[in-house]
């Protein structure tokens, strides 16, 4: 098994990330750790805490951690994920409270298991980079890093060309990718081959009402129809899910190597990938870090070890 620390802003796709990490047999759930995303930090602790008794998984921890971003002023998504971050999911309030802070968490976790911990990030990425200004060289002691976050090429979903992550804490996102940790990333291009349909969900839940297959239908109903909308067929992207499987079955994607920095102030730009391409420039010249980028993904391959780690 592997150990692994999910840094988490549920989210309705986070909420189903955290699920299937669980319910993989390949991974050691050392804790989460929530940040200030989706939705504001005490909602994202709050949801992470139902979702691990949702899960039966009380055992494992939930750490608090940043309430903002490092520098800019804090931005939610609630016309994507609902009010309060879980769409129309009604869980009980949770019994357990936070177990601590969401930075020492992560330093300890990492320091305790020098190059084993593989931390997948799927919010904004302050705790990480606070992480590292507390402990420099912590990151790189992880086995890796998996986050969802960043646009190579292709529209931003939160500006034109930012990803919702990368611009919601772009100078967290630009510390990390400097780091000099191991990344891998997925970018909002991977995470738009990953269509959920409606359809398919449906097939999956008919006949079940245990509270996870009641939770995952209500939970994607508001992501769902914001979706439908933008897109015109029924269904949601996967793009926290994507960062766990990356994390278990790495071949269900095409890795590429790229140099990448994080714009951190642009008036426009804030968040954006920069991608460094240029061929007649030596690697130590180059801007950023080198990270393995996600590009093409086994779509099939990858919805079936989901559906089945969700809803075994
Ligand atoms: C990312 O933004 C959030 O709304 C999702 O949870 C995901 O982590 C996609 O851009
Ligand atoms: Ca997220």
Redesign the pocket.
């Known amino acids: 098994m592997r150990p692994v620390i999910l840094d988490v802003?549920?989210?309705?796709?986070?909420a189903l990330a955290i699920l299937m990490a669980l319910h993989s047999p390949e991974l050691e759930v050392l804790g989460l750790t929530t940040v200030c995303?989706?939705v504001p930090l005490e909602q994202t602790t709050e949801n992470a805490l139902k979702v691990l008794e949702l899960a039966g998984r009380t055992d494992v921890p939930v750490c608090m951690g940043a309430a903002r971003p490092l520098a800019r002023e804090p931005v939610h998504?609630y016309e994507?994920?609902g009010p309060k971050g879980l769409g129309e999911a009604q869980l009980p309030e949770p019994e357990a409270v936070p177990a601590g802070d969401a930075v020492d968490f992560l330093i300890e976790g990492i320091e305790a298991r020098i190059g084993e911990v593989i931390v997948v990030a799927?919010?904004p990425l302050t705790n990480l980079a606070l992480a590292e200004a507390r402990s420099p060289g912590i990151l790189s002691q992880s086995r890796r890093l998996v986050i969802?976050?960043g646009v190579l090429h292709e529209p931003g979903?939160?500006s034109p060309q930012t990803?919702?992550?990368f611009h919601?804490d772009p100078h967290a996102a630009r510390q990390v990718v400097n780091s000099g940790a191991n990344i891998a990333l997925v970018p909002?291009e991977a995470?738009r081959q990953l269509w959920l349909e409606q359809d398919l969900l449906r097939w999956h839940l008919a006949g079940r009402e245990d509270p996870i297959a009641r939770f995952c239908a209500a939970s994607t109903q508001t992501v769902m129809a914001f979706e439908t909308q933008l897109y015109g067929r029924r269904g949601m992207?996967l793009?926290?899910p994507l960062a766990v499987g990356l994390s278990i079955f790495p071949q269900l994607c095409e890795i590429q190597p790229l140099w990448i920095d994080v714009e951190p102030e642009g008036e426009l730009t804030s968040g954006q990938l920069v991608v460094d391409r240029r061929p007649f420039v030596r690697d130590d010249h180059l801007v950023g870090n080198q990270v393995k980028c996600a590009l093409k993904i086994n779509v099939p391959g990858f919805l079936e070890v989901f559906l089945d780690r969700l809803l075994q």
């Open positions: 802003d549920p989210g309705v796709d986070d995303g989706n998504a994507v994920h799927t919010g969802m976050g979903n939160i990803e919702f992550n919601a909002l995470a992207h793009h926290d």
